[in-house]
């Protein structure tokens, strides 16, 4: 099992940037597939990166490629977000999410743990 913790939400304007963090506890976080997901409000909960715990592979939602960068610190039990320019479409609750079995995948109910999210708005 894995605890996770989000941070770096915030207010930022359309075309800024912000990095947001997951911190996990445990001793086994190179085991666990990680990725990043968001909730905008009256919207279902998607997918928007994901990275592996094999060898770091990296998959984005398109609405994310080429702005955003999931990244991982096995060190430090951390999974970062890097997210830039940002639009007002990206406004929601970001989620850390953890799998622990299997390969990495882009579906919600696939991750066993999940963290509380943290606040991404993003005014025009």
């Known amino acids: 099992q894995v605890q996770l913790v989000e941070s770096g939400g915030g207010l930022v304007q359309a075309g800024g940037s912000l990095r947001l963090s997951c911190a996990a506890s445990?001793?086994?976080?190179?085991?666990?597939?990680m990725g990043w997901f968001r909730q905008a409000l009256g919207k279902e909960r998607e997918f928007v990166a994901a990275?592996?715990?094999?060898?770091?592979?990296?998959y984005y939602a398109d609405s994310a490629k080429g702005r955003f960068t999931i990244s991982r610190d096995n060190a430090k039990n951390t999974v970062y977000l890097q997210m830039n320019s940002l639009k007002p479409e990206d406004t929601a609750v970001y989620y850390c999410a953890a799998r622990g079995l299997g390969f990495v995948t882009t579906t919600p109910h696939e991750y066993n743990y999940w963290g509380q999210g943290t606040q991404v708005t993003v005014s025009s």
């Open positions: 445990g001793r086994t976080f190179s085991s666990y597939n």
């Open positions: 990275i592996s715990r094999s060898d770091s592979s990296t």
